[in-house]
């Protein structure tokens, strides 16, 4: 699988919806590129602050939107909350895009693809539920960064405070493998 680095995002065509906006290797226009999708919407949840919900039947293996935002290392990040990490220093920070409403689950129902940096659906997803990603798949230290938070997605496995990557169990690190950014999995598997 090719990585995702400046030099690959760089080569993407920009996206011409917003000039901030660096990631885009659909068409301008098309349904994945900035829109917010119409399977989605952005609802309060209370506990969480405000969440992505489903607002029809989304199936398993969906494509829901493409990551937007700006590249940039970690000294330049403005609020790392509303980052992605996709490097060990090169995180996608949305401004005002739907992606940055996105929710951790520990018993999530999306995972990023670290290719098309799109959120997919892992599981069918009913119209009114939210939708997660397990933020450990993408941060390694949110600690580092100051933005971990105590977990309220309220699923039986809740590992409580999110962290990042670092700070999992060993046996959990495996469970996530499938779904890791490249640079996380590198980073595991050098020490085992
Ligand atoms: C990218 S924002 C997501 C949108 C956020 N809820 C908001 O209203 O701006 C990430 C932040 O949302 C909150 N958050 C996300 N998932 C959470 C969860 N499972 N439990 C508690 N807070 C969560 C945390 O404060 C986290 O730093
Ligand atoms: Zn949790």
Redesign the pocket.
Known sequence: MEEVSLETVGRASLCKASPSCVVAVVPVGSELCMKSPESITIIE?G?????IVATKHIRKGETIFRFSGELVPRRKLKNP??ALQLDEDLFLESYGTID??????CNPNCHVDFRQLTLVALKDIQRGEEL?FD?NTSEYDLMDQG?F?????GSQDCIGD?RGFKYLPADHKKKTEPFLLPFLKRKWRKVL
């Open positions: 949840t506990s969480k602050g405000c969440g909350n509303t940055e409403n996105l929710n951790h689950s997660t933020y933005c938070f105590t977990c309220l997605c999110v």
